[in-house]
């Protein structure tokens, strides 16, 4: 059997060249360039809460990471690198070869290294800690969303929450269609390129993790502002548009696990948003606008106000399972 | 019920400084002194696999921390903040309260802010990265010890490993003795004073969690060398004294969870290590030596090899249950 310092050296042991010391201290060493400040995020995943216990372990080992991408891409943080502690039942290596690929091939892909972390036995358990860099005083904040500000969003919504609809057979999708929505949930792309390009140009922003409407909210509370959303203008994929309508919006405003970017920008710089759209290959969309009057308001294209019952994910409230 | 957001906001979110931005955006924002680089440390801690599931939540509150600010003590950091990302059956306020107020008075104590981190439904785990800061190239690493060092440990060891026999019915102490070292198993305090002390001084360092040996040998394999220790010289307490001496030998060579730093420094260095001891209130024992010859030698004062057959703490290959 493999001992935890055999499974560390043989799947999590990789040269490091952001960092100045890797795995193998008691501590890692990073010199942050200068004129920078770090950003600094942290997700735990939970087998049975945040993904089904025979999750295939490379998809794990991605969506693991891109979830704490997804946090510095909502900053405008560029990757630098994690750490990761895992709990696993037993060193598994049938387990832990996929999960390892999965997780650094997207490591790879975003020059993101990891530099140190723990492993321990017990229930499944992955907590992934995140480290970028900004320039001093570009980060992406939830509390600067101004009256006026246009509020966007980055590729489509909901898919992930169809996905783990027809899982629960809350609804059936073809296979085709199931495929389609099911890598949304399984390997989130992280928005890096785009969160990168709105530096100075976003007045907020965070990424859609527990819901629109939930997510949202932690901009208008921290901002205190308000917002009048456009449900027709909701960036969906043609799965989702095949849905009924209330349940295409509670996927649309309600699901979570999107790992989209939200973000607010003045009306006067919706030219350089495109820009930074078009540069990175990354569609956004105009969904509503910010106000001084708190709260959030639905409207339709015709300016007709909508309700919709929603509550956001929240990991004690409800279960993922 | 508590919701997470109810959770984070009542029980883990403090007003930072160290920070330019706490908890309650996608990320932390961190802008490192400079002329520093940055130490960095993640721990997860297990119920069942690193504590008892009924283990007091204030002590468990107090040695989560403690355990990651004891790796910034052995690279002589100084502590600037952490995350926490906490697993919970339920969030259970007579639990979590006590939790945080042991986990937050050794923070405050060391001036090392909470700046993020995450909470979920899950089995209890507890995943703690920290963050500290020490003068461009004066880390202490494991890999710097050189022939001819003097191989120094502060406190005692051994304490913590004889509390768990107590509580395993391998031993039976007098309940004095049982409060005596059970307070080192459950609330170690972690030498971060002595680690900032010797910079410049000692060559290599590291802290003791999983047992002397097992530790120590991580030194002599980075820095390829090996190493003779005086088993007669090793610093125990009175209640580990009066156990029968392979039982003695076996908590203070093999047992974990000491939290003492191990170091070398050369020999010239002496009165310089005894000031840092002195200056810090850390009592500081010279157990052995670096030699070019590889591999750990055990000899008494007399100066005759003894054999002990050991073997460190691994997470994959016992169980601390």
Redesign the interface.
């Known amino acids: 059997?493999?001992?935890?310092?055999d499974?560390i050296a043989k799947y999590f042991t990789k040269p490091v060249t952001n960092a100045?010391?890797g795995i193998?201290?008691?501590?890692?060493?990073?010199?942050?360039t200068?004129g920078t400040?770090?950003?600094?995020?942290?997700?735990?995943l939970?087998?049975?809460?945040?993904f089904f216990p025979d999750t295939d372990p490379r998809q794990l080992g991605h969506k693991s990471l891109a979830v704490n991408l997804s946090?510095?891409a909502?900053?405008g943080?560029e990757p630098v690198?994690f750490?990761?502690?895992?709990?696993l039942p037993?060193?598994d290596e049938a387990w832990l070869k996929p999960f390892s690929e999965g997780l650094f091939s997207l490591a790879n892909l975003c020059q993101c290294e990891l530099?140190?972390?723990?492993?321990?036995?017990?229930?499944l358990?992955i907590?992934i800690?995140i480290?970028?860099q900004?320039p001093?005083g570009q980060?992406l904040?939830?509390?600067k969303a101004q009256h006026g500000d246009d509020i966007w969003i980055s590729g489509t919504i909901g898919d992930a929450r169809l996905a783990l609809a027809h899982c629960r057979h809350e609804t059936v999708l073809s296979e085709n269609e199931f495929n389609m929505v099911l890598q949304r949930l399984q390997t989130p792309i992280p928005r890096i390129a785009l969160g990168i390009a709105l530096r100075k140009i976003a007045n907020a922003?965070?990424?859609l993790s527990d819901g629109l409407l939930g997510d949202l909210s932690h901009i208008l509370d921290?901002s205190r502002v308000g917002a009048t959303l456009n449900i027709d203008a909701l960036p969906i994929s043609s799965v989702l548009e095949k849905q009924p309508e209330a349940f295409r919006l509670q996927c649309a405003l309600g699901g979570g696990d999107d790992y989209e970017l939200c973000f607010t920008a003045p009306i006067a710089k919706r030219g350089r948003v495109l820009e930074a759209s078009e540069k990175t290959g990354v569609p956004v969309t105009r969904i509503g606008f910010i106000e001084k009057e708190p709260g959030l308001r639905l409207c339709n294209t015709q300016g007709e106000l909508q309700h919709f019952s929603h509550r956001s994910f929240?990991?004690?409230?409800t279960?993922k399972k």
Do not use: K, W, Y
């Open positions: 059997m493999l001992s935890e310092f499974l100045s010391l193998g201290d008691d501590c890692a060493l990073l010199r942050p200068p400040q770090m950003a600094i995020s942290s997700d735990m939970v087998s049975g809460t945040h946090d510095l909502a900053m943080a690198a750490t990761l502690a895992l709990a037993e060193p530099i140190g972390g723990d492993t321990t036995r017990g229930p358990n907590c800690t480290f970028g900004i001093l980060a904040r939830r509390d922003a965070l990424d921290a929240d990991h004690f409230l279960s």
